[in-house]
């Protein structure tokens, strides 16, 4: 079994955004030994492609999982389930399977596939995607969408460059990066991407997907319609959706690691909406990786008292803070950091000698040196 060119979408929840992106599918492929007789497990599979050729997924489904219970360790039954489950949908099923067959390589050769190309070449070969580009971009495009699942957005968008490096007009590629930055808060740069897959003009179409009215649309429609919609989103902009979306990329860019980044979107997101929960929450966290405790008190306790802090969390640094109110966790971020004052406070008393006034830039204070007492000559009256 193999990936081949076609593509599912997957809708995504993300706070209370819905994003969608295909990734592509594979063609099944089977190898039977010389032999007269094929083994039960051989001639299930090969019964099995059969009904995927005449798109019987159920039945093949079926015999693919008798297949299994046979063996379990058989690498084209492993990879053949995985396509079955991906064409249901199911991208966490289909990666472990595909995991799987991975751990069982074979260097048998192809006999049947429902990609005729395919037949008599190197079963490792074609897993591995060696000798077809088209097999490693699908396999970043799932991989991607594996990850986007998880949360990992940084990590699925990497992966997505260096397949659009590959080959930099895959339609499923580009559509795959516009729900990338979508889902990062970036529509411009998501609108971009969304824009170049509809003007690839590409036909091919969405055979799995977990949005049922999708199947059987070409990708191109479906990014124009992605560019569109995006689009719209950005001419209707308020400034507390822009605070939204900057709070969104700021919390992205911690992901990465890039705290002077995100500080600079968290910044745009206040001004933007001083009185945003999300705003000051993040700017309360940002003082507080700083060192400058105080501050970090403060926009804190604003934030829990702003009128958004009912609100829940979406994505966050912490996985256990999604989906938790806003109040909630602006004051567990206020009592860590009332308790850090406390432990400070106490070291600083239990320091032998003197007290030295110092900023909040930690510089000491140079009081001035007292001046000598002037003197008046006394006149004689």
């Known amino acids: 079994m193999r990936r081949g060119r076609q593509s599912i979408g997957i809708a995504l929840l993300l706070a209370t955004c819905v994003f969608s992106w295909p990734v592509f599918a594979r063609d099944i492929k089977i190898t039977i030994p010389k032999r007269t007789k094929p083994t039960p497990v051989q001639r299930l599979n090969q019964e099995g492609v059969d009904a995927v050729c005449k798109h019987e997924y159920e039945k093949a489904n079926v015999l693919f999982y008798k297949a299994y219970l046979y063996d379990p360790d058989d690498p084209f039954t492993l990879n053949n389930l995985a396509y079955i489950a991906e064409m249901d949908g199911q991208i966490d099923r289909a990666q472990q399977f595909y995991d799987l067959a991975a751990q069982q390589m074979t260097d048998a050769v192809i006999d049947r596939s429902s990609s005729p190309n395919l037949k008599g070449k190197s079963f490792r070969d074609e897993v591995e995607g060696i000798n077809d580009q088209a097999m490693q971009i699908s396999r970043a495009n799932v991989g991607a969408v594996h990850l986007l699942s998880q949360g990992r957005g940084s990590e699925a968008e990497a992966m997505l460059q260096g397949a659009l490096a590959k080959d930099p007009h895959n339609a499923f590629t580009l559509n795959n990066l516009g729900v990338t930055k979508e889902s990062e808060g970036d529509l411009k740069a998501a609108q971009q991407y969304y824009s170049q897959a509809a003007n690839v003009r590409s036909s091919q179409p969405i055979i799995v997907t977990y949005n049922r009215s999708w199947r059987g649309k070409p990708v191109s429609d479906v990014a124009a319609k992605n560019a569109h919609r995006v689009q719209e989103r950005i001419d209707t902009e308020t400034p507390r959706d822009q605070a939204a979306l900057l709070n ?69 640094t912490r996985k256990s803070a999604e989906g938790a109110k806003l109040f909630d966790v602006s004051g567990d971020n206020q009592h860590k950091v009332t308790d850090k004052l406390a432990q400070v406070e106490r070291e600083r008393r239990m320091e032998p000698g003197t007290v030295q006034l110092k900023r909040r830039d930690n510089q000491p204070v140079i009081e001035p040196s007292t001046p000598p007492p002037s003197t008046t000559p006394a006149q004689q009256h």
């Open 248 to 316: 969104l990329q700021g919390v992205t860019s911690l992901n990465r690691n890039d705290r002077r980044e995100a500080y600079q979107y968290f910044r745009q997101a206040y001004t933007l909406d001083p009185n945003s929960a999300f705003s000051l929450n993040n700017l309360g966290f940002m003082s507080e990786v700083g060192g400058d405790l105080e501050t970090a008190q403060f926009f804190y306790e604003r934030a829990q008292s702003a009128p958004s802090s009912a609100d829940r969390v979406g994505i966050a």
